[in-house]
């Protein structure tokens, strides 16, 4: 059906994110040798963590082709509860459980008002991002915390392997597995491939696409306690602004914005590492400050380039054929 | 092999007052193929959205078996054992073969609390069901590698994975090569002896005679033939097909056309769509273009309004080449086109009916500096516009589009498009779902507009239309003009032969 040629530019497009991370790695790699360090290599995968987990979930939500931008004030939110409580003397298994339950909730809520009230991904998530961080305000007071007591528990290591990449490495699998593996994940695919076309082969799209929110805010709530749990501090702006991190880097990962296509594993992990990658390369070849926010943009506006011209490209071979024999 | 499988007794649909089904009355046997023929508007896809569970009968009963059928959705229809193969195809292109066959009941086992899907057992069974289709392809190839026979095979193959009885093939060789169309008639030979039923739908009256154990024939909703298809011929099929008498009243032409051309398509391809188009539009007159579905009529609209690009040829409009793929530049030099989906691309829906008269001719009323619209003189301008083709809304102003009937929906487009006073007209289907008093509106605006000096592509699928209007025909298939026309020579089984018949490559 597609020509050769057509293959070459698709197969390209389709692992546009593995050639931009090769590109990226072994850029900064020529540009500073030490930059290949174990050390630092590890650093990387700690501090992308967080956003990581946070774009696992945001996957989920991008594969219905829906979005969710609420995502930064769950963050918030969730690790003000964690960390108010934790100031108060409880202990952290059951503060951390508070946490998460917040970030289950936040995500209900949602998909409450997006899958029963029919309002746009878009608008509900835009709105709900601003009542939780007002929220968060009035509960932290505007004031920073510190919490000392929880970076012990963020800087350990088991076998060796820091926490925050542990976390961050079972997301990631169950994800994939749930994605990859079970009907809900097969699903989620069909969804974003044709919703009505769902609907009419008997899948339960509206309980699929609820839960698909509450897998982002859950995602949200757990990415917001490693990175509380890393710098043991709630400061005012904690999570702001995440949620364009989160989705550039399960865009950069190759999910695409129109639904139906992209990977927690490889991709969005990759796209996690990828932006991080960039900002501690930056750091490394002592980049000035001011280049950070121009050298990330690009590489965002690069990845949803590719997915626009991916999209394009599949729609232009998805065209109805009269004359089939003609086009061999 | 006679029993009974299916049976419809006196089935009746209306749309909106409309009757589209007239007592429809069925039946099908076991292990055999009926083929249903009709003209396009005739009825046979309402039938078979009804008993696909798409759409429910006003009146009227279906048996299935031994019991009643009346599935309220497709999934439900699905597990009763009628599968219905769309003519667009109904599989995630992003899945793999195997994941569109168990979508919607993934067989499953539980791993540490997990409900993963048993993917060895539906490959495996994927597999044979592949085989049994005479496909080869991996299980776990993904739809869109796959090419259109495939993915029909696909399908197939999905319906015999749920045990259906009964499979419907809604046109299902119109995007499919010779070489597949073979195969296709391979597998629905083999599925017969196996006991299955199939409805076989399609304008190629020769496939269906070559391939149908029984044939049906329906036109306005009505049946009028029926019988095995020994009973029929060609010649019969398509005299009862189109048997009806002139009884809809066309206005008479008022001005002939003049020698002056407005239009003028050279040797205009876009691989893979139309072929080696050519032909001329003159001041005044009203082509027709003939065609069924798919058969490349509205991508050709497409194309001259500039929505889709060409490769090779020319299109001149007012003797001026067209170089651009813009619909901006053709309104600008005096093209209108009118949509066949003008729910979807013609109408704003939600806005008010003077809002979407006035929307093409907007920046001719905005102030030449400011740039800021002249509204009262908008709103009078749209207001004569509505007067000019008698529209009937309770208020230009709160009235929304969404609101009006089909008929006057379709005034409301064409206003917009004489605000600008075009010199060609591209019209596609401005008839399609509206009343016949309706209908005598538009075809009476269209002569006013000939008459006028407007040169007019008239594009349909009821040829007894363009019979009434047009002073010449174009007869087009599989994106080729077959025939070109004079009004002396109408003829109304030549056309149609020449849209079903040949239906394949020369």
């Not at chain 1, 969710?68 to 690790?79: E, K, N, Y």
């Amino acid at each position: 059906m597609t020509t050769r040629k057509g293959n070459i530019v698709l197969f390209v497009l389709n692992n546009a994110p593995l050639i931009l991370f090769a590109a990226v790695f072994g850029g900064f790699a020529t540009l500073s040798p030490k930059f290949l360090a174990v050390e630092n290599l590890v650093n990387i995968l700690v501090q992308s963590a967080s956003i990581g987990i946070v774009a696992t979930g945001m996957t989920f939500v991008l594969l219905t082709a829906g979005i969710d931008l609420s995502v930064g004030s769950i963050m918030f939110l969730s690790a003000a509860a964690a960390g108010k409580l934790i100031a108060g003397g409880q202990p952290v298994s059951l503060a951390f459980a508070v946490a998460i339950a917040i970030g289950v909730g936040y995500g209900a809520i949602n998909a409450f008002f997006i899958t029963r009230l029919k309002i746009l991904p878009f608008i509900v998530t835009l709105s709900t991002q601003f009542a939780g961080r007002g929220l968060s305000l009035l509960i932290t007071q505007t004031r920073a915390m510190n919490l000392p007591r929880l970076v012990e528990v963020g800087s350990s290591k088991i076998l060796r392997i820091p926490v925050p990449v542990w976390w961050f490495g079972a997301v990631v699998v169950f994800a994939h597995v749930v994605l990859m593996k079970t009907a809900f994940g097969r699903h989620i695919y069909a969804i974003g491939n044709d919703a009505e076309g769902a609907k009419k082969a008997g899948i339960n799209t509206t309980r699929v696409v609820f839960l698909v929110y509450v897998v982002s805010g859950l995602c949200a709530a757990i990415g917001g306690l490693v990175y509380l749990s890393r710098l043991g501090l709630v400061s005012p702006k904690l999570g702001l602004q995440r949620e364009f991190a989160a989705i550039a880097a399960a865009v950069l990962g190759g999910t695409s914005l129109f639904g139906g296509r992209g990977k927690v594993f490889p991709g969005t992990f990759l796209g996690a590492v990828l932006i991080q990658t960039v900002e501690s390369g930056l750091v490394f070849i002592k980049a000035s400050e001011y280049v950070y926010p121009l050298v990330t943009s690009f590489v965002i506006f690069f990845a949803v380039f590719v997915d626009s011209v991916r999209h394009v490209k599949l729609q232009q071979l998805k065209r109805r054929r009269i004359r089939v024999a003609a086009t061999g | 092999m006679s029993d009974t499988i299916l049976e419809c007794r006196n089935v009746t649909k209306s749309f909106f007052g409309v009757p589209v089904l007239r007592n429809v009355s069925l039946t099908l046997k076991a292990g055999r193929v009926l083929g249903i023929v009709g003209e396009n508007g005739a009825g046979k896809s309402t039938l078979m959205n009804i008993l696909g569970g798409v759409l429910r009968a006003d009146s009227g009963s279906v048996r299935l078996g031994e019991r009643d059928h009346a599935p309220q959705n497709p999934a439900e229809a699905f597990r009763e054992g009628i599968a219905f193969i769309h003519q667009e195809l109904n599989l995630f292109t992003n899945l793999s073969v195997a994941e569109n066959m168990f979508i919607a009941a993934f067989p499953k086992m539980r791993i540490v609390g997990l409900p993963l899907i048993r993917r060895r057992a539906i490959r495996e069974k994927t597999q044979a069901l592949l085989a049994s289709v005479d496909l080869h392809v991996s299980a776990e190839a993904l739809v869109e590698d796959l090419s259109p026979g495939e993915r029909q095979m696909v399908e197939i193959a999905k319906a015999l994975g749920a045990d259906a009885r009964i499979i419907i093939l809604d046109e299902p060789t119109t995007s499919l090569s010779s070489r597949e169309t073979q195969r296709l008639f391979g597998i629905i030979h083999r599925l017969r002896g196996q006991g299955i039923s199939m409805i076989y739908i399609s304008h190629n009256l020769g496939d269906v005679l070559r391939l149908c154990d029984d044939i049906l024939i329906l036109r306005d909703g009505r049946v009028v033939g029926e019988g095995p298809k020994e009973e029929f011929t060609l010649e019969r099929m398509i005299s009862l097909m189109v048997g009806r008498s002139m009884d809809q009243l066309y206005p008479s032409r008022s001005a002939r056309p003049s020698g002056e051309i407005v239009l003028e398509v050279k040797s205009l391809s876009q691989p893979g769509i139309v072929e080696n188009i050519t032909f001329q539009l003159h001041k005044g007159e009203i082509l027709g273009i003939s065609g069924l579905m798919g058969s490349g009529r509205t991508e050709l609209a497409r194309i001259l309004f500039g929505l889709d690009a060409f490769e090779h040829g020319e299109i001149l409009l007012n003797g001026e080449p067209l170089t651009r793929c813009s619909p901006h530049e053709r309104i600008h030099r005096g093209m209108a086109f009118l949509t066949e989906d003008r729910r979807a691309e013609g109408l704003l829906i939600n806005a008010s009916v003077e809002d979407n008269i006035a929307l093409v001719s907007l920046p001719s009323f905005a102030r030449a500096l400011p740039g800021l619209v002249n509204r009262p003189e908008m709103l009078r301008a749209a207001g004569r516009a509505a007067k000019a083709v008698r529209l009937q809304c309770s208020s230009l102003s709160r009235q929304t589009a969404k609101t009006l009937s089909g008929g006057n929906q379709q005034k409301v487009v064409l206003a917009k498009w004489l605000l600008e006073k075009p010199s060609v007209f591209v019209l596609d289907e401005p008839t399609r779902g509206i009343d016949v008093g309706a209908k005598f509106e538009v075809y009476r605006i269209m002569d006013e507009l000939a008459a006028k000096g407007v040169g007019i592509v008239f594009i349909s699928s009821e040829i007894e239309e363009l019979m009434g209007m047009c002073d010449r025909i174009l007869v087009m298939a599989y994106g080729e003009i077959r025939r070109c026309m004079a009004r002396t020579q109408f003829d109304k089984e030549k056309i149609f032969r020449d849209a079903l018949m040949e239906n394949q490559l020369p």
